[in-house]
């Protein structure tokens, strides 16, 4: 219930806080990359063309994505057939002008992996829907519908995100982002 009620007054304060950021290096995290993370990433390279964006995961490099992970993300035009896992350092973490996480247990991981050196939102803030909860929840070992439903969230997140760092490019007039 309180993430339903300060939804909107936390959207606004992302927003916001990414127009004074400015970032142009985001780093997209979560537990494993192999889910959530690697395929939003794919949304941001397509929205944000000018934003260099990797992502990575707490868990052991090298992993594949789960065959749900990839078919879906093929339906929604991102491919992670040749994605494996990342680990988070704390140097990828110093790159990183805007680093986002999926909940608050992988933004504590990420304060305590380099402590003060990243700007840190969580992904959730930016959906522009009304939520349940802040976290985007983790569809691994989930049915393929999950799956869908985890994707709908993270695209209409990734979508005012990027429409804010559009937005905050132009009215900083550094250009447009597209």
Do not use: D, F, Q
């Given at each position: 219930m309180p993430d339903r009620i300060l939804h909107p007054y936390r959207r606004g304060r992302?927003?916001?806080?990414?127009?004074?950021?400015?970032?142009?290096?985001?780093l997209v995290?979560?537990?494993?990359?192999?889910?959530?993370?690697?395929?939003?990433?794919?949304?941001?390279?397509?929205e944000l063309p000018g934003c260099d964006i990797r992502s990575a995961g707490f868990l052991d490099a090298g992993r594949e994505p789960p065959r749900h992970a990839v078919s879906v993300a093929a339906e929604r035009g991102v491919n992670l057939t040749g994605h494996r896992s990342s680990q988070v350092t704390s140097s990828l973490l110093d790159w990183a002008d805007l680093v986002i996480v999926m909940d608050r247990a992988q933004a504590n991981l990420a304060e305590t992996t380099a402590p003060g050196s990243a700007y840190i939102e969580r992904l959730g803030d930016f959906d522009p829907r009304r939520i349940d909860t802040r976290s985007v929840i983790d569809p691994i070992d989930r049915e393929r519908e999950f799956f869908r439903q985890v994707y709908r969230r993270i695209d209409g997140c990734c979508s005012?995100?990027?429409?804010?760092?559009?937005?905050?490019?132009?009215?900083?007039?550094?250009?447009?982002?597209?």
């Open positions: 992302a927003k916001r806080r990414l127009a004074e950021a400015r970032p142009r290096r985001l995290l979560c537990m494993g990359n192999i889910c959530r993370s690697p395929y939003a990433a794919g949304v941001l390279e397509r005012l995100l990027a429409e804010a760092l559009r937005s905050r490019s132009t009215v900083a007039g550094r250009g447009h982002l597209r």
